[in-house]
T-cell receptor, first 114, second 114 residues
Framework: DAGVIQSPRHEVTEMGQEVTLRCKPISGHDYLFWYRQTMMRGLELLIYFNNNVPIDDSGMPEDRFSAKMPNASFSTLKIQPSEPRDSAVYFC????????????FGSGTRLTVV | GQQLNQSPQSMFIQEGEDVSMNCTSSSIFNTWLWYKQEPGEGPVLLIALYKAGELTSNGRLTAQFGITRKDSFLNISASIPSDVGIYFCAGLPSNSNSGYALNFGKGTSLLVTP
């Protein structure tokens, strides 16, 4: 299994631009999570899906953030418009069964907004 | 989510020394997990614990699920340079209102000198 695949690995964009991060979960995993990691706040849950349906998006910072999961093998996290404070590493993770067996994380997307 | 307090925040040790770190919560957890993150990568699951009092080993790593269900411990014996990284605890709260997402500690940064 190739694991959770995220793209791009690095993204540098100008303030105000739209950014789209992509994730392919492990086949058969029915939960997908988006996390943001910063030095100050650690790993923060943004949103998670179960069977492609958003379950909890209370961690999404504001309306500039949106996430979709059109099918079981693909999810996107979009920021529009981007701001410098959005600079962080964004991780996608997938799991079976409520995360009891742990999540498998992707390698992350390092986003820099200048 | 429920806040996890992880300590120490960082450790700087010599190769061969043993390492101990812990994680506490104000509420009861059903599952405790320990992850390791290396630079430029996502966290990787090391050990999963499912029952109070459970003690589980993975090579030189040993983790325990506290009997109060509010804490967990990770020990690394005879540390080696490749143990360098950030170690995260994570837990699945027993409170049904908290949903199905893992809560993460802020990590313990481990540096090992040869």
């Amino acid at each position: 299994d190739a694991g959770v695949i995220q793209s791009p690995r690095h993204e540098v964009t100008e303030m105000g631009q739209e950014v789209t991060l992509r994730c392919k979960p492990i086949s058969g995993h029915d939960y997908l999570f988006w996390y943001r990691q910063t030095m100050m706040r650690g790993l923060e849950l943004l949103i998670y899906f179960n069977n492609n349906v958003p379950i909890d998006d209370s961690g999404m910072p504001e309306d500039r953030f949106s996430a979709k999961m059109p099918n079981a093998s693909f999810s996107t996290l979009k920021i529009q418009p981007s701001e410098p404070r959005d600079s962080a590493v964004y991780f996608c993770a997938s799991s079976l069964a409520r995360g009891m067996f742990g999540y498998t994380f992707g390698s992350g997307t390092r986003l820099t907004v200048v | 989510g429920q806040q996890l307090n992880q300590s120490p925040q960082s450790m700087f040790i010599q190769e061969g020394e043993d390492v101990s770190m812990n994680c506490t919560s104000s509420s009861i957890f059903n599952t405790w997990l320990w992850y390791k993150q290396e630079p430029g990568e996502g966290p990787v699951l090391l050990i999963a614990l499912y029952k109070a009092g459970e003690l589980t080993s993975n090579g030189r790593l040993t983790a325990q699920f506290g009997i109060t269900r509010k804490d967990s411990f990770l020990n690394i014996s005879a540390s080696i340079p490749s143990d360098v990284g950030i170690y995260f605890c994570a837990g699945l709260p027993s409170n049904s209102n908290s949903g199905y997402a893992l809560n993460f500690g802020k990590g313990t940064s481990l540096l090992v000198t040869p």
